[in-house]
């Protein structure tokens, strides 16, 4: 493959006078201003320079699988539909290569693009809800009712009713567990109460008018005595 290119590596090979002339003259062109990026109408001129620069594209991508030791693969076809081509490996293997990626992607892309389709209607679909809320609402606090008819204002009546028949259950229930709560918590201190009372010892109160019995004699000691008892 090597050997094959190398006469496509040196474009002044077999070309006439008449033809170097003109590649000569285009090379004083082009370095004294810049190629205008059009078909070249002379023929002539335009199959010299498709020469030159195919033998140049085949050299890039020669170098560029040496030297970076990547998969390349070109092709090429002339004005006259001569096949020009180019690869470090099998070229079929690398045109395989090129149709599953490609294929691989186009599945992506796909996918990437129902899932876009989908969000888009989920979106669309939110939107819509949020809209429908927002009027309900509004109708809820008694805006915008002017071009409700009779049946829409008698279903917002009674779906009010239904909502405070429902704030006033929880309303009464949540009065219910406060009663409840009070009631243990006032059972609790009670109890305490009581425990406290229970273990103070109580004053007897007999003890304070108990009869105190004193003996006390007068006179002599050697004389009878009387005794006079004394309480207290």
Same mark, same amino acid.
């Given at each position: 493959?090597?050997?094959?290119? =190398?006469?496509? /590596?040196?474009?002044? @090979?077999?070309?006439?006078?008449? +033809? &170097?002339?003109? *590649?000569?003259?285009?090379?004083?062109?082009?370095?004294?201003?810049?190629?205008?990026?059009?078909?070249?109408?002379?023929?002539?001129?335009?199959?010299?320079?498709?020469?030159?620069?195919?033998?140049?594209?085949?050299?890039?991508?020669?170098?560029?699988?040496?030297?970076?030791?990547?998969?390349?693969?070109?092709?090429?076809?002339?004005?006259?539909?001569? =096949?020009?081509? /180019?690869?470090?490996? @099998?070229?079929?293997?690398?045109? +395989? &290569?090129?149709? *599953?990626?490609?294929?691989?992607?186009?599945?992506?892309?796909?996918?990437?693009?129902?899932?876009?389709?989908?969000?888009?209607?989920?979106?669309?679909?939110?939107?819509?809800?949020?809209?429908?809320?927002?009027?309900?609402?509004?109708?809820?606090?008694?805006?915008?009712?002017?071009?409700?008819?009779?049946?829409?204002?008698?279903?917002?009546?009674?779906? =009010?009713?239904?909502?405070?028949?429902?704030?006033?259950?929880?309303?009464?229930?949540?009065?219910?567990?406060?009663?409840?709560?009070?009631?243990?918590?006032?059972?609790?201190?009670?109890?305490?109460?009581?425990?406290?009372?229970?273990?103070?010892?109580?004053?007897?109160?007999?003890?304070?008018?108990?009869?105190?019995?004193?003996?006390?004699?007068?006179?002599?000691?050697?004389?009878?005595?009387?005794?006079?008892?004394?309480?207290?």
């Amino acid at each position: 493959m090597l050997f094959s290119l =190398l006469p496509l /590596f040196f474009p002044f @090979s077999g070309v006439g006078e008449r +033809e &170097r002339r003109i *590649r000569k003259r285009e090379e004083e062109e082009m370095v004294r201003g810049k190629t205008q990026m059009r078909r070249i109408e002379n023929a002539t001129s335009r199959q010299v320079t498709f020469s030159k620069r195919r033998n140049g594209l085949l050299k890039k991508a020669f170098e560029l699988s040496v030297l970076c030791d990547a998969e390349v693969g070109l092709i090429v076809f002339s004005p006259r539909g001569k =096949l020009y081509e /180019f690869s470090n490996s @099998s070229m079929q293997k690398t045109i +395989e &290569r090129y149709q *599953r990626y490609a294929k691989d992607v186009n599945v992506n892309n796909k996918a990437v693009e129902q899932n876009m389709q989908q969000w888009k209607y989920e979106s669309a679909q939110m939107a819509k809800k949020i809209e429908f809320l927002e009027v309900s609402k509004r109708k809820l606090l008694g805006e915008n009712l002017g071009s409700c008819s009779i049946d829409e204002l008698q279903q917002i009546e009674n779906q =009010l009713e239904r909502s405070l028949t429902i704030i006033r259950e929880k309303k009464t229930k949540l009065f219910m567990e406060q009663i409840e709560q009070l009631k243990e918590k006032c059972g609790i201190e009670s109890q305490q109460k009581q425990r406290s009372e229970r273990e103070i010892v109580p004053y007897d109160h007999s003890t304070q008018h108990a009869d105190v019995e004193t003996e006390l004699f007068i006179g002599r000691p050697e004389r009878g005595r009387t005794r006079y008892p004394l309480q207290s």
